[in-house]
Protein backbone atom coordinates (compact mmCIF):
# COMPACT_ATOMS: atom_id res chain seq x y z
CA UNK A 1 0.00 0.00 0.00
CA UNK A 2 1.01 3.74 -0.73
CA UNK A 3 1.17 6.06 1.97
CA UNK A 4 0.80 9.57 2.42
CA UNK A 5 3.74 11.27 1.07
CA UNK A 6 5.07 8.77 -0.63
CA UNK A 7 5.92 8.63 -4.27
CA UNK A 8 5.81 6.38 -7.20
CA UNK A 9 7.08 5.95 -10.27
CA UNK A 10 4.78 5.50 -13.82
CA UNK A 11 5.29 1.95 -15.17
CA UNK A 12 4.40 3.12 -18.33
CA UNK A 13 1.34 0.44 -18.66
CA UNK A 14 0.44 -0.58 -21.20
CA UNK A 15 -3.59 -0.80 -21.67
CA UNK A 16 -4.95 -4.74 -21.07
CA UNK A 17 -7.84 -4.18 -23.34
CA UNK A 18 -7.72 -3.19 -26.99
CA UNK A 19 -9.46 -0.66 -26.31
CA UNK A 20 -8.89 2.97 -28.11
CA UNK A 21 -8.88 6.66 -26.81
CA UNK A 22 -7.00 9.48 -27.32
CA UNK A 23 -4.21 9.42 -24.79
CA UNK A 24 -1.93 12.59 -24.76
CA UNK A 25 2.60 10.98 -25.01
CA UNK A 26 3.38 11.31 -20.92
CA UNK A 27 7.28 10.89 -19.83
CA UNK A 28 7.70 8.93 -16.97
CA UNK A 29 5.69 10.62 -13.97
CA UNK A 30 6.01 10.48 -10.33
CA UNK A 31 2.61 10.37 -8.57
CA UNK A 32 2.37 11.97 -5.11
CA UNK A 33 -0.43 10.19 -2.78
CA UNK A 34 -1.82 11.71 -0.23
CA UNK A 35 -4.33 10.89 2.64
CA UNK A 36 -4.82 13.52 4.95
CA UNK A 37 -7.29 16.59 4.01
CA UNK A 38 -4.66 18.82 5.40
CA UNK A 39 -1.86 17.73 3.64
CA UNK A 40 -4.17 17.85 0.15
CA UNK A 41 -5.17 21.44 0.67
CA UNK A 42 -1.79 22.40 1.58
CA UNK A 43 -0.06 20.61 -1.43
CA UNK A 44 -2.73 21.74 -3.85
CA UNK A 45 -2.07 25.58 -2.90
CA UNK A 46 0.90 25.39 -4.12
CA UNK A 47 0.50 23.51 -7.53
CA UNK A 48 -0.42 24.62 -11.05
CA UNK A 49 -3.39 25.76 -11.82
CA UNK A 50 -5.50 24.73 -13.61
CA UNK A 51 -6.30 21.71 -11.13
CA UNK A 52 -8.58 19.12 -12.89
CA UNK A 53 -10.28 16.51 -10.73
CA UNK A 54 -11.02 13.28 -11.55
CA UNK A 55 -13.77 11.82 -8.50
CA UNK A 56 -13.76 7.87 -7.77
CA UNK A 57 -13.86 5.00 -6.15
CA UNK A 58 -10.87 3.55 -7.30
CA UNK A 59 -11.37 -0.10 -9.24
CA UNK A 60 -9.91 1.84 -12.34
CA UNK A 61 -10.48 0.81 -15.46
CA UNK A 62 -10.38 1.50 -19.16
CA UNK A 63 -13.05 4.14 -18.66
CA UNK A 64 -11.48 5.94 -15.81
CA UNK A 65 -8.48 5.71 -17.97
CA UNK A 66 -10.69 7.91 -20.76
CA UNK A 67 -11.83 10.35 -17.63
CA UNK A 68 -7.84 11.19 -16.45
CA UNK A 69 -6.93 11.73 -20.23
CA UNK A 70 -9.37 13.95 -19.94
CA UNK A 71 -8.89 15.70 -17.56
CA UNK A 72 -4.91 16.12 -18.14
CA UNK A 73 -5.62 17.63 -21.89
CA UNK A 74 -8.16 19.91 -19.73
CA UNK A 75 -5.78 21.01 -17.65
CA UNK A 76 -3.07 21.11 -20.19
CA UNK A 77 0.93 20.30 -19.86
CA UNK A 78 1.45 22.75 -16.75
CA UNK A 79 -1.83 21.82 -15.29
CA UNK A 80 -2.82 19.87 -12.44
CA UNK A 81 -4.33 16.21 -12.46
CA UNK A 82 -6.06 15.11 -8.90
CA UNK A 83 -7.82 11.73 -8.89
CA UNK A 84 -9.15 11.13 -5.91
CA UNK A 85 -9.73 7.35 -4.85
CA UNK A 86 -12.31 6.66 -1.91
CA UNK A 87 -15.19 4.61 -1.69
CA UNK A 88 -17.77 6.65 -0.12
CA UNK A 89 -19.76 5.00 2.61
CA UNK A 90 -22.48 7.20 2.67
CA UNK A 91 -23.46 6.55 -1.80
CA UNK A 92 -23.94 2.71 0.12
CA UNK A 93 -27.34 1.20 1.14
CA UNK A 94 -27.11 -0.43 4.30
CA UNK A 95 -27.31 -3.70 2.05
CA UNK A 96 -25.31 -2.96 -0.55
CA UNK A 97 -21.58 -3.81 -1.85
CA UNK A 98 -19.57 -1.40 0.36
CA UNK A 99 -17.88 -3.49 1.97
CA UNK A 100 -16.74 -6.57 -0.93
CA UNK A 101 -16.56 -3.00 -3.56
CA UNK A 102 -12.98 -4.07 -4.34
CA UNK A 103 -9.89 -2.22 -3.38
CA UNK A 104 -6.84 -2.81 -5.68
CA UNK A 105 -4.99 0.83 -4.97
CA UNK A 106 -1.57 -0.63 -6.23
CA UNK A 107 -2.93 -1.32 -9.57
CA UNK A 108 -4.78 1.96 -9.54
CA UNK A 109 -1.54 3.73 -8.92
CA UNK A 110 -0.11 2.58 -11.84
CA UNK A 111 -3.03 3.40 -13.85
CA UNK A 112 -2.91 6.83 -12.40
CA UNK A 113 0.60 7.21 -12.65
CA UNK A 114 0.13 6.03 -16.47
CA UNK A 115 -2.93 8.58 -16.98
CA UNK A 116 -1.19 12.05 -16.15
CA UNK A 117 -2.36 11.69 -12.72
CA UNK A 118 -0.47 14.19 -10.64
CA UNK A 119 -2.13 13.45 -7.31
CA UNK A 120 -4.14 10.61 -5.74
CA UNK A 121 -6.41 11.73 -3.13
CA UNK A 122 -7.07 8.92 -0.72
CA UNK A 123 -8.40 9.76 2.32
CA UNK A 124 -9.78 7.67 5.42
CA UNK A 125 -13.59 7.03 6.09
CA UNK A 126 -13.05 8.69 9.44
CA UNK A 127 -10.99 11.40 7.82
CA UNK A 128 -13.97 11.88 5.42
CA UNK A 129 -16.57 11.33 8.22
CA UNK A 130 -15.34 12.23 11.41
CA UNK A 131 -17.62 11.89 14.44
CA UNK A 132 -20.40 13.42 14.59
CA UNK A 133 -20.66 14.14 11.01
CA UNK A 134 -24.11 15.76 10.35
CA UNK A 135 -24.29 17.85 7.15
CA UNK A 136 -25.62 16.84 3.45
CA UNK A 137 -26.28 18.24 0.53
CA UNK A 138 -29.06 16.70 -1.23
CA UNK A 139 -30.97 17.49 -4.56
CA UNK A 140 -33.76 16.30 -4.79
CA UNK A 141 -35.58 16.53 -7.96
CA UNK A 142 -32.99 14.83 -11.10
CA UNK A 143 -32.61 12.25 -7.79
CA UNK A 144 -35.68 11.24 -7.06
CA UNK A 145 -35.98 8.60 -9.60
CA UNK A 146 -34.34 5.96 -11.72
CA UNK A 147 -31.50 5.12 -9.18
CA UNK A 148 -32.38 7.28 -7.02
CA UNK A 149 -35.38 5.33 -6.44
CA UNK A 150 -33.73 1.98 -6.43
CA UNK A 151 -31.25 3.37 -4.02
CA UNK A 152 -32.73 6.00 -1.08
CA UNK A 153 -29.87 7.89 0.05
CA UNK A 154 -27.74 7.01 -3.04
CA UNK A 155 -27.34 10.50 -4.54
CA UNK A 156 -27.57 12.38 -1.10
CA UNK A 157 -23.77 10.64 -0.28
CA UNK A 158 -22.72 10.90 -3.79
CA UNK A 159 -23.35 15.16 -3.98
CA UNK A 160 -22.04 15.20 -0.26
CA UNK A 161 -18.80 13.48 -0.82
CA UNK A 162 -18.42 15.43 -4.20
CA UNK A 163 -19.25 18.59 -2.69
CA UNK A 164 -16.07 17.25 0.13
CA UNK A 165 -14.00 17.13 -2.42
CA UNK A 166 -14.62 20.39 -4.14
CA UNK A 167 -13.67 21.94 -1.04
CA UNK A 168 -10.73 20.37 -0.72
CA UNK A 169 -9.18 20.32 -4.01
CA UNK A 170 -10.51 23.14 -5.52
CA UNK A 171 -10.55 22.56 -8.96
CA UNK A 172 -11.49 24.71 -12.09
CA UNK A 173 -13.26 21.82 -14.05
CA UNK A 174 -14.28 18.11 -12.57
CA UNK A 175 -14.75 14.82 -15.04
CA UNK A 176 -17.25 12.15 -14.64
CA UNK A 177 -17.81 9.31 -16.87
CA UNK A 178 -21.69 9.31 -18.81
CA UNK A 179 -22.16 5.70 -17.87
CA UNK A 180 -23.47 7.30 -14.40
CA UNK A 181 -26.12 9.48 -16.43
CA UNK A 182 -28.14 10.33 -13.74
CA UNK A 183 -24.61 11.28 -11.16
CA UNK A 184 -23.46 13.90 -13.84
CA UNK A 185 -27.25 15.48 -14.38
CA UNK A 186 -27.73 15.15 -10.70
CA UNK A 187 -24.07 17.24 -9.78
CA UNK A 188 -24.62 19.51 -12.89
CA UNK A 189 -27.73 20.73 -11.02
CA UNK A 190 -25.97 20.91 -7.86
CA UNK A 191 -23.53 23.04 -9.38
CA UNK A 192 -25.89 25.09 -11.14
CA UNK A 193 -28.22 25.47 -7.90
CA UNK A 194 -24.69 25.86 -5.02
CA UNK A 195 -22.89 27.87 -7.51
CA UNK A 196 -19.65 25.87 -7.13
CA UNK A 197 -16.94 27.68 -9.35
CA UNK A 198 -16.23 24.28 -11.04
CA UNK A 199 -16.97 23.12 -14.84
CA UNK A 200 -18.21 19.45 -14.88
CA UNK A 201 -17.01 17.82 -17.93
CA UNK A 202 -18.63 14.61 -19.12
CA UNK A 203 -16.72 11.75 -20.72
CA UNK A 204 -18.64 8.97 -23.06
CA UNK A 205 -18.90 5.69 -22.05
CA UNK A 206 -15.83 3.18 -22.32
CA UNK A 207 -16.96 -0.23 -23.73
CA UNK A 208 -15.89 -3.60 -24.19
CA UNK A 209 -15.63 -5.24 -27.68
CA UNK A 210 -19.46 -6.78 -27.33
CA UNK A 211 -20.64 -2.91 -25.93
CA UNK A 212 -20.91 -4.15 -22.21
CA UNK A 213 -20.00 -0.72 -20.48
CA UNK A 214 -16.85 -0.89 -18.12
CA UNK A 215 -17.53 -1.32 -14.39
CA UNK A 216 -15.93 -1.97 -11.76
CA UNK A 217 -18.31 -4.40 -10.59
CA UNK A 218 -17.90 -6.44 -13.65
CA UNK A 219 -15.46 -8.15 -12.61
CA UNK A 220 -18.10 -9.78 -9.75
CA UNK A 221 -20.28 -11.38 -12.74
CA UNK A 222 -19.58 -15.14 -13.25
CA UNK A 223 -18.41 -16.23 -16.73
CA UNK A 224 -22.49 -17.37 -17.94
CA UNK A 225 -23.66 -13.54 -16.39
CA UNK A 226 -20.58 -12.05 -18.54
CA UNK A 227 -21.75 -13.41 -21.13
CA UNK A 228 -25.02 -12.40 -20.95
CA UNK A 229 -24.65 -9.00 -20.05
CA UNK A 230 -24.16 -7.01 -23.18
CA UNK A 231 -28.05 -7.60 -23.65
CA UNK A 232 -28.49 -4.21 -21.69
CA UNK A 233 -26.39 -1.98 -24.52
CA UNK A 234 -28.36 -4.71 -27.57
CA UNK A 235 -31.77 -3.54 -25.76
CA UNK A 236 -30.43 0.38 -25.18
CA UNK A 237 -29.27 0.28 -29.70
CA UNK A 238 -32.57 -1.77 -30.30
CA UNK A 239 -34.46 1.51 -28.47
CA UNK A 240 -33.11 3.53 -30.24
CA UNK A 241 -33.58 2.09 -33.83
CA UNK A 242 -36.87 1.93 -33.02
CA UNK A 243 -37.16 5.42 -31.76
CA UNK A 244 -34.96 6.68 -35.36
CA UNK A 245 -37.57 4.38 -37.02
CA UNK A 246 -40.50 6.50 -35.88
CA UNK A 247 -41.43 4.96 -32.62
CA UNK A 248 -41.43 7.99 -30.31
CA UNK A 249 -44.34 6.03 -27.19
CA UNK A 250 -42.01 5.42 -24.00
CA UNK A 251 -44.24 2.75 -23.21
CA UNK A 252 -43.95 0.43 -26.35
CA UNK A 253 -40.03 1.44 -26.13
CA UNK A 254 -39.89 0.42 -22.71
CA UNK A 255 -41.82 -2.84 -23.27
CA UNK A 256 -39.22 -3.14 -26.46
CA UNK A 257 -36.29 -2.81 -23.81
CA UNK A 258 -37.60 -4.89 -21.28
CA UNK A 259 -38.62 -7.69 -23.92
CA UNK A 260 -34.93 -7.55 -25.54
CA UNK A 261 -33.99 -7.91 -21.79
CA UNK A 262 -35.82 -10.89 -20.93
CA UNK A 263 -34.04 -12.87 -23.36
CA UNK A 264 -31.15 -13.15 -20.88
CA UNK A 265 -32.51 -15.65 -18.72
CA UNK A 266 -29.98 -14.31 -15.69
CA UNK A 267 -30.89 -10.82 -16.26
CA UNK A 268 -33.64 -9.03 -14.11
CA UNK A 269 -34.39 -5.81 -14.51
CA UNK A 270 -34.33 -3.22 -11.49
CA UNK A 271 -35.96 0.13 -13.83
CA UNK A 272 -36.44 0.94 -17.34
CA UNK A 273 -36.86 4.51 -17.92
CA UNK A 274 -37.28 6.94 -20.45
CA UNK A 275 -36.61 10.82 -19.41
CA UNK A 276 -35.65 14.03 -19.86
CA UNK A 277 -32.29 14.00 -20.30
CA UNK A 278 -31.96 17.09 -18.20
CA UNK A 279 -34.51 16.69 -15.13
CA UNK A 280 -34.63 12.84 -15.40
CA UNK A 281 -38.44 12.67 -14.75
CA UNK A 282 -40.34 10.38 -17.22
CA UNK A 283 -41.44 11.21 -20.24
CA UNK A 284 -44.61 9.69 -22.28
CA UNK A 285 -42.86 10.70 -25.44
CA UNK A 286 -39.44 10.21 -26.68
CA UNK A 287 -38.23 13.34 -28.41
CA UNK A 288 -34.23 14.66 -28.92
CA UNK A 289 -33.68 15.74 -25.32
CA UNK A 290 -34.83 12.31 -24.18
CA UNK A 291 -32.06 9.32 -22.32
CA UNK A 292 -33.25 5.94 -22.06
CA UNK A 293 -31.50 4.75 -18.68
CA UNK A 294 -31.33 1.12 -17.26
CA UNK A 295 -30.46 -0.88 -14.52
CA UNK A 296 -30.25 -4.65 -14.30
CA UNK A 297 -28.87 -7.33 -11.68
CA UNK A 298 -27.19 -10.12 -12.62
CA UNK A 299 -27.28 -12.10 -9.30
CA UNK A 300 -26.08 -9.88 -6.85
CA UNK A 301 -24.59 -7.89 -9.37
CA UNK A 302 -25.70 -4.19 -10.69
CA UNK A 303 -25.33 -2.75 -13.89
CA UNK A 304 -26.58 0.18 -15.24
CA UNK A 305 -26.44 1.71 -18.88
CA UNK A 306 -28.16 4.31 -20.66
CA UNK A 307 -28.44 5.45 -24.45
CA UNK A 308 -29.77 9.25 -25.31
CA UNK A 309 -31.32 10.05 -28.67
CA UNK A 310 -29.96 12.50 -30.50
CA UNK B 1 -32.52 52.09 -4.83
CA UNK B 2 -28.80 51.12 -5.85
CA UNK B 3 -28.39 48.94 -9.00
CA UNK B 4 -25.59 46.38 -9.85
CA UNK B 5 -22.60 48.41 -10.70
CA UNK B 6 -23.18 51.96 -9.05
CA UNK B 7 -21.55 53.52 -6.75
CA UNK B 8 -22.04 55.68 -3.79
CA UNK B 9 -19.87 57.76 -1.57
CA UNK B 10 -19.52 57.68 2.22
CA UNK B 11 -21.61 59.99 4.41
CA UNK B 12 -19.49 59.20 7.13
CA UNK B 13 -22.52 58.52 9.27
CA UNK B 14 -22.85 59.25 13.03
CA UNK B 15 -23.73 56.28 14.96
CA UNK B 16 -27.83 56.73 16.07
CA UNK B 17 -27.58 55.03 19.26
CA UNK B 18 -24.69 55.76 21.91
CA UNK B 19 -23.00 52.44 21.66
CA UNK B 20 -19.43 51.43 21.36
CA UNK B 21 -17.15 49.24 19.37
CA UNK B 22 -14.16 49.29 18.15
CA UNK B 23 -13.80 51.43 15.04
CA UNK B 24 -11.14 51.55 12.46
CA UNK B 25 -10.47 54.87 11.17
CA UNK B 26 -12.08 55.30 7.33
CA UNK B 27 -11.55 57.24 4.65
CA UNK B 28 -14.20 58.38 2.49
CA UNK B 29 -14.89 54.96 0.97
CA UNK B 30 -16.66 53.84 -2.40
CA UNK B 31 -18.83 50.83 -2.29
CA UNK B 32 -19.11 48.63 -5.49
CA UNK B 33 -22.97 47.02 -5.44
CA UNK B 34 -23.46 43.95 -7.30
CA UNK B 35 -26.80 42.40 -7.95
CA UNK B 36 -25.35 39.86 -10.54
CA UNK B 37 -23.83 36.45 -9.44
CA UNK B 38 -21.55 36.55 -12.49
CA UNK B 39 -20.87 40.11 -12.53
CA UNK B 40 -19.75 39.20 -8.62
CA UNK B 41 -17.36 36.25 -9.85
CA UNK B 42 -15.65 38.39 -12.22
CA UNK B 43 -15.38 41.34 -9.65
CA UNK B 44 -13.97 39.07 -6.87
CA UNK B 45 -11.29 37.70 -8.98
CA UNK B 46 -9.66 40.67 -9.35
CA UNK B 47 -9.51 42.38 -6.00
CA UNK B 48 -6.93 42.13 -3.24
CA UNK B 49 -7.12 39.15 -0.57
CA UNK B 50 -7.85 38.27 2.02
CA UNK B 51 -11.71 38.65 1.09
CA UNK B 52 -13.79 38.73 4.42
CA UNK B 53 -17.60 37.94 3.63
CA UNK B 54 -20.53 39.78 6.25
CA UNK B 55 -23.69 37.99 5.26
CA UNK B 56 -27.04 39.55 6.26
CA UNK B 57 -30.46 40.35 5.37
CA UNK B 58 -30.15 43.59 5.18
CA UNK B 59 -31.91 46.30 8.15
CA UNK B 60 -28.50 46.67 8.98
CA UNK B 61 -27.73 48.30 12.33
CA UNK B 62 -25.01 48.49 15.24
CA UNK B 63 -24.89 44.88 15.54
CA UNK B 64 -23.76 44.20 11.97
CA UNK B 65 -21.72 47.24 11.87
CA UNK B 66 -20.17 45.33 14.92
CA UNK B 67 -19.55 42.30 12.09
CA UNK B 68 -18.60 44.41 9.52
CA UNK B 69 -15.94 46.59 11.61
CA UNK B 70 -14.75 42.73 12.35
CA UNK B 71 -14.55 42.25 8.94
CA UNK B 72 -12.35 45.12 8.17
CA UNK B 73 -10.23 44.57 10.69
CA UNK B 74 -9.82 40.62 9.71
CA UNK B 75 -9.19 41.94 5.83
CA UNK B 76 -6.65 44.35 6.58
CA UNK B 77 -6.62 47.73 5.18
CA UNK B 78 -5.56 46.49 1.67
CA UNK B 79 -8.12 43.20 1.93
CA UNK B 80 -11.64 43.26 0.96
CA UNK B 81 -15.25 43.24 2.79
CA UNK B 82 -17.84 41.77 1.04
CA UNK B 83 -21.00 42.84 3.02
CA UNK B 84 -24.16 40.64 1.00
CA UNK B 85 -27.44 42.00 1.56
CA UNK B 86 -30.33 39.75 0.49
CA UNK B 87 -33.62 38.43 2.76
CA UNK B 88 -32.86 34.63 1.69
CA UNK B 89 -36.91 33.49 1.27
CA UNK B 90 -35.32 29.84 1.99
CA UNK B 91 -35.09 30.11 5.35
CA UNK B 92 -38.54 31.75 6.60
CA UNK B 93 -41.38 29.52 6.97
CA UNK B 94 -44.75 29.70 4.96
CA UNK B 95 -46.12 31.78 7.97
CA UNK B 96 -43.03 34.27 8.94
CA UNK B 97 -42.56 37.02 8.57
CA UNK B 98 -40.58 36.87 5.03
CA UNK B 99 -42.30 39.34 2.70
CA UNK B 100 -42.81 42.21 5.62
CA UNK B 101 -39.06 41.80 7.07
CA UNK B 102 -37.75 45.10 6.75
CA UNK B 103 -35.47 46.41 3.17
CA UNK B 104 -34.23 50.20 3.95
CA UNK B 105 -31.10 48.99 1.16
CA UNK B 106 -30.48 53.08 0.82
CA UNK B 107 -30.05 53.22 4.63
CA UNK B 108 -27.82 49.69 4.55
CA UNK B 109 -25.62 51.29 1.66
CA UNK B 110 -24.96 54.36 4.04
CA UNK B 111 -24.14 51.99 6.77
CA UNK B 112 -21.79 49.65 4.63
CA UNK B 113 -19.79 52.53 3.31
CA UNK B 114 -19.34 54.24 7.11
CA UNK B 115 -18.28 50.86 7.91
CA UNK B 116 -15.56 49.74 5.84
CA UNK B 117 -17.46 47.76 2.95
CA UNK B 118 -15.77 47.06 -0.21
CA UNK B 119 -18.50 45.49 -2.18
CA UNK B 120 -22.07 44.98 -1.24
CA UNK B 121 -23.58 41.64 -3.06
CA UNK B 122 -27.40 42.38 -3.21
CA UNK B 123 -28.82 39.70 -5.69
CA UNK B 124 -32.62 38.93 -6.60
CA UNK B 125 -34.33 35.92 -5.27
CA UNK B 126 -34.44 34.79 -8.71
CA UNK B 127 -30.94 34.29 -9.33
CA UNK B 128 -30.36 32.83 -5.78
CA UNK B 129 -32.95 30.33 -6.29
CA UNK B 130 -33.74 30.24 -10.13
CA UNK B 131 -36.67 28.14 -11.80
CA UNK B 132 -35.95 24.14 -10.75
CA UNK B 133 -33.52 25.06 -8.02
CA UNK B 134 -33.37 21.47 -5.97
CA UNK B 135 -30.28 21.21 -4.31
CA UNK B 136 -30.11 22.04 -0.09
CA UNK B 137 -27.39 21.67 2.50
CA UNK B 138 -28.66 20.45 5.30
CA UNK B 139 -27.47 20.08 9.10
CA UNK B 140 -29.29 17.45 11.03
CA UNK B 141 -27.88 17.51 14.51
CA UNK B 142 -27.05 20.81 15.75
CA UNK B 143 -30.01 22.15 13.95
CA UNK B 144 -32.32 19.80 15.52
CA UNK B 145 -33.69 21.85 18.55
CA UNK B 146 -34.26 25.53 19.85
CA UNK B 147 -34.75 27.65 16.50
CA UNK B 148 -34.66 24.82 14.44
CA UNK B 149 -37.70 22.91 16.01
CA UNK B 150 -39.92 26.08 16.58
CA UNK B 151 -38.68 26.76 12.73
CA UNK B 152 -38.79 23.91 10.55
CA UNK B 153 -36.68 24.27 7.55
CA UNK B 154 -34.60 27.36 8.70
CA UNK B 155 -31.33 26.35 9.01
CA UNK B 156 -31.91 24.04 5.95
CA UNK B 157 -32.56 27.55 3.97
CA UNK B 158 -29.74 29.04 6.20
CA UNK B 159 -26.98 26.50 5.65
CA UNK B 160 -27.67 26.52 1.77
CA UNK B 161 -27.67 30.30 1.36
CA UNK B 162 -24.54 30.80 2.97
CA UNK B 163 -23.08 27.66 1.18
CA UNK B 164 -23.96 29.64 -1.80
CA UNK B 165 -22.49 32.43 -0.87
CA UNK B 166 -19.21 31.08 -0.05
CA UNK B 167 -18.87 29.84 -3.44
CA UNK B 168 -19.81 32.97 -4.91
CA UNK B 169 -17.71 35.19 -2.67
CA UNK B 170 -14.70 32.82 -2.36
CA UNK B 171 -14.12 34.39 1.41
CA UNK B 172 -10.81 33.75 3.37
CA UNK B 173 -13.22 34.53 6.24
CA UNK B 174 -16.72 35.06 7.37
CA UNK B 175 -17.89 36.64 10.28
CA UNK B 176 -21.31 36.03 12.41
CA UNK B 177 -23.03 37.65 15.41
CA UNK B 178 -23.27 35.44 18.18
CA UNK B 179 -27.30 37.05 19.13
CA UNK B 180 -27.73 34.10 16.50
CA UNK B 181 -25.83 31.57 18.42
CA UNK B 182 -27.56 28.37 16.86
CA UNK B 183 -26.89 29.82 13.65
CA UNK B 184 -23.24 30.51 14.25
CA UNK B 185 -22.86 26.48 15.81
CA UNK B 186 -24.64 25.16 12.51
CA UNK B 187 -22.67 26.73 10.24
CA UNK B 188 -19.52 25.89 12.39
CA UNK B 189 -20.39 22.32 11.72
CA UNK B 190 -21.10 22.51 8.54
CA UNK B 191 -17.69 24.36 7.68
CA UNK B 192 -16.23 21.56 9.29
CA UNK B 193 -18.93 18.66 7.52
CA UNK B 194 -18.31 19.93 3.76
CA UNK B 195 -14.50 20.90 4.41
CA UNK B 196 -15.38 24.35 2.90
CA UNK B 197 -12.27 26.65 2.86
CA UNK B 198 -13.48 29.81 5.61
CA UNK B 199 -12.96 30.33 8.65
CA UNK B 200 -16.12 31.23 11.02
CA UNK B 201 -15.37 34.40 12.76
CA UNK B 202 -18.54 35.46 15.51
CA UNK B 203 -18.69 38.52 17.01
CA UNK B 204 -20.40 39.18 20.48
CA UNK B 205 -24.28 40.74 20.41
CA UNK B 206 -24.57 44.24 20.55
CA UNK B 207 -27.07 45.09 22.86
CA UNK B 208 -29.16 48.47 23.97
CA UNK B 209 -27.91 50.02 27.40
CA UNK B 210 -31.09 48.19 28.54
CA UNK B 211 -29.86 44.97 27.26
CA UNK B 212 -31.92 44.45 24.97
CA UNK B 213 -29.84 42.44 21.86
CA UNK B 214 -30.13 44.51 18.76
CA UNK B 215 -31.91 42.98 16.02
CA UNK B 216 -33.45 44.01 12.74
CA UNK B 217 -36.90 42.95 14.36
CA UNK B 218 -36.90 45.02 16.81
CA UNK B 219 -38.34 47.96 15.45
CA UNK B 220 -42.00 45.79 14.62
CA UNK B 221 -42.31 46.36 18.85
CA UNK B 222 -45.19 47.89 19.90
CA UNK B 223 -43.59 50.88 22.71
CA UNK B 224 -45.12 48.30 25.40
CA UNK B 225 -43.37 45.69 24.15
CA UNK B 226 -39.99 47.47 23.91
CA UNK B 227 -40.13 48.56 27.17
CA UNK B 228 -40.89 44.61 28.21
CA UNK B 229 -38.55 43.29 25.80
CA UNK B 230 -35.50 43.35 27.74
CA UNK B 231 -36.47 41.08 30.39
CA UNK B 232 -35.03 38.28 27.99
CA UNK B 233 -31.34 39.36 28.70
CA UNK B 234 -32.09 40.01 32.56
CA UNK B 235 -33.53 36.53 33.04
CA UNK B 236 -30.09 35.33 30.99
CA UNK B 237 -28.23 37.67 33.61
CA UNK B 238 -30.04 36.05 36.73
CA UNK B 239 -29.93 32.19 35.15
CA UNK B 240 -26.13 33.17 34.84
CA UNK B 241 -26.26 34.18 38.41
CA UNK B 242 -27.66 31.54 40.02
CA UNK B 243 -25.17 28.82 37.95
CA UNK B 244 -22.05 30.93 39.15
CA UNK B 245 -23.72 30.19 42.59
CA UNK B 246 -23.77 26.88 42.22
CA UNK B 247 -26.94 25.92 40.49
CA UNK B 248 -25.87 23.30 38.18
CA UNK B 249 -29.99 21.30 37.55
CA UNK B 250 -30.79 23.09 33.96
CA UNK B 251 -34.58 22.08 35.16
CA UNK B 252 -34.04 24.49 37.64
CA UNK B 253 -32.27 27.11 36.00
CA UNK B 254 -34.99 26.76 32.96
CA UNK B 255 -37.61 27.23 35.81
CA UNK B 256 -35.97 30.10 36.88
CA UNK B 257 -36.01 32.11 33.11
CA UNK B 258 -39.79 30.89 32.44
CA UNK B 259 -40.00 32.50 35.99
CA UNK B 260 -38.60 35.28 35.26
CA UNK B 261 -39.90 35.76 31.82
CA UNK B 262 -43.32 35.66 33.29
CA UNK B 263 -43.45 38.63 34.83
CA UNK B 264 -43.35 40.81 31.48
CA UNK B 265 -47.26 40.55 30.34
CA UNK B 266 -46.53 40.39 26.86
CA UNK B 267 -44.09 37.86 26.57
CA UNK B 268 -45.16 34.31 25.49
CA UNK B 269 -41.99 31.96 25.52
CA UNK B 270 -41.75 29.96 22.69
CA UNK B 271 -38.69 27.79 24.37
CA UNK B 272 -35.94 28.07 26.82
CA UNK B 273 -33.41 25.49 26.14
CA UNK B 274 -29.85 24.70 28.70
CA UNK B 275 -27.73 23.09 26.03
CA UNK B 276 -24.11 21.58 25.38
CA UNK B 277 -22.43 24.96 23.40
CA UNK B 278 -21.00 22.56 20.35
CA UNK B 279 -23.99 20.18 19.84
CA UNK B 280 -26.73 21.78 21.37
CA UNK B 281 -28.32 18.81 22.77
CA UNK B 282 -29.94 19.58 25.93
CA UNK B 283 -28.37 19.02 28.98
CA UNK B 284 -29.19 18.23 32.54
CA UNK B 285 -26.41 19.50 34.23
CA UNK B 286 -25.06 22.78 32.88
CA UNK B 287 -21.36 23.01 33.07
CA UNK B 288 -18.87 25.26 31.62
CA UNK B 289 -19.54 24.29 27.92
CA UNK B 290 -23.66 25.63 27.93
CA UNK B 291 -25.20 28.24 26.22
CA UNK B 292 -28.88 28.59 27.60
CA UNK B 293 -31.07 29.67 24.62
CA UNK B 294 -34.26 31.12 24.55
CA UNK B 295 -37.05 32.73 22.17
CA UNK B 296 -40.00 34.97 23.41
CA UNK B 297 -42.78 36.41 21.22
CA UNK B 298 -44.17 39.71 21.98
CA UNK B 299 -47.23 39.93 19.80
CA UNK B 300 -46.19 38.71 16.72
CA UNK B 301 -42.56 39.61 16.84
CA UNK B 302 -40.21 36.82 18.07
CA UNK B 303 -37.05 37.37 19.81
CA UNK B 304 -34.01 35.46 20.58
CA UNK B 305 -30.96 35.81 22.85
CA UNK B 306 -28.71 33.76 24.57
CA UNK B 307 -26.00 33.60 27.41
CA UNK B 308 -22.88 31.21 27.37
CA UNK B 309 -21.52 29.56 31.47
CA UNK B 310 -18.32 30.47 31.50
Given at each position: ?96 DFSRYPRPFAADGRLCAAHGVDVIFHPTGSRMYPDGFSTFAEES ?56 PVRIVAVETVRELDGLALSSRNQFLTAEERRQAPILRAALLAAR ?70
Amino acid sequence: MFRCGNYFPSPNLAPRRPISYPRPPLPERLVKVIGSISAARRHLRSVNRPIVLVPTMGALHQGHAALLDRARSLAGPQGTVVASIFVNPTQFGPKEDFSRYPRPFAADGRLCAAHGVDVIFHPTGSRMYPDGFSTFAEESVVSSRLCGASRPGHFRGVCTVVLKLFQIVQPQAAVFGLKDFQQCAVIGRMVRDLNLPVRIVAVETVRELDGLALSSRNQFLTAEERRQAPILRAALLAARDAWKGGESSAARLRRLIVQRVGRAPLARIDYVEIADDHTLQPLRQAGDQTVIALAVFFGKTRLIDNIRLR
